[in-house]
T-cell receptor, first 113, second 117 residues
Framework: AAGVIQSPRHLIKEKRETATLKCYPI?????VYWYQQGPGQDPQFLIS???????DKGSIPDRFSAQQFSDYHSELNMSSLELGDSALYFC????????????FGPGTRLTVT | AQSVAQPEDQVNVAEGNPLTVKCTYS??????LFWYVQYPNRGLQFLLK??????LVKGSYGFEAEFNKSQTSFHLKKPSALVSDSALYFC???????????????FGTGTLLAVQP
């Protein structure tokens, strides 16, 4: 079965640079979520989209922005990167129905040096 | 606000023995509860969920979880542990059940399960 695809899998950037993370949801899933997992921490919700509209916003810095495109893929744009942004970034997809589980991608490991 | 707590940072169990990973929840409405497993350098894999119905929920890889409303718990269990079950386990609750907005998951801090041969 098709899973959530994230690219790139690994990314190394320097401070103050920008990064773009991409997420391709499972076919027919209309909702995308972004989570950030710091070293040794639990995943923290950043932002979500339903039918290309932002549906919820969590602890996402103003330096970050995201969008969902017409083909339902999503991109997380990160600017003015800081050392503290180094983390594993997960994308998850689901249908809009609340009872449905979210399926997670393998994550993008971002390292800021 | 919805929250879950995992009181144990690590659980050690011998292979073949039963295992329990604990989770308690705090929600304002009906709880939508989930268990995920994370292997090193991997994404989160869905194990099982409780939405409504039977208190004993069966999931992937022989895992099950028991929903206990009076104790506000949703402990993960397996009758016979395997070395390959060693991983990080997260309990999660859906924030404010409902369609559309606020379907995000709120995770516990995770419990590392170590199964010894």
């Amino acid at each position: 079965a098709a899973g959530v695809i994230q690219s790139p899998r690994h990314l190394i950037k320097e401070k103050r640079e920008t990064a773009t993370l991409k997420c391709y949801p499972i076919p027919r899933h209309d909702t995308v979520y972004w989570y950030q997992q710091g070293p040794g921490q639990d995943p923290q919700f950043l932002i979500s989209f339903y039918e290309k509209m932002q549906s919820d916003k969590g602890s996402i810095p103003d330096r970050f922005s995201a969008q969902q495109f017409s083909d339902y893929h999503s991109e997380l744009n990160m600017s003015s990167l800081e050392l503290g942004d180094s983390a594993l970034y997960f994308c998850a997809s689901s249908t809009e129905t609340a009872i449905d589980e979210q399926y997670f991608g393998p994550g993008t490991r971002l390292t800021v040096t | 606000a919805q929250s879950v707590a995992q009181p144990e940072d690590q659980v050690n169990v011998a292979e073949g023995n039963p295992l329990t990973v604990k989770c308690t929840y705090s929600v304002s409405g009906n709880p939508y509860l989930f268990w995920y497993v994370q292997y090193p350098n991997r994404g989160l894999q869905f194990l099982l969920k409780y939405i409504t119905g039977d208190n004993l929920v069966k999931g992937s890889y022989g895992f099950e979880a028991e929903f206990n409303k009076s104790q506000t718990s949703f402990h993960l269990k397996k009758p016979s542990a395997l070395v390959s079950d060693s991983a990080l386990y997260f309990c999660a609750v859906r924030d404010v059940p409902g369609g559309g907005a606020t379907n995000k998951l709120i995770f516990g801090t995770g419990t590392l399960l170590a199964v010894q041969p």
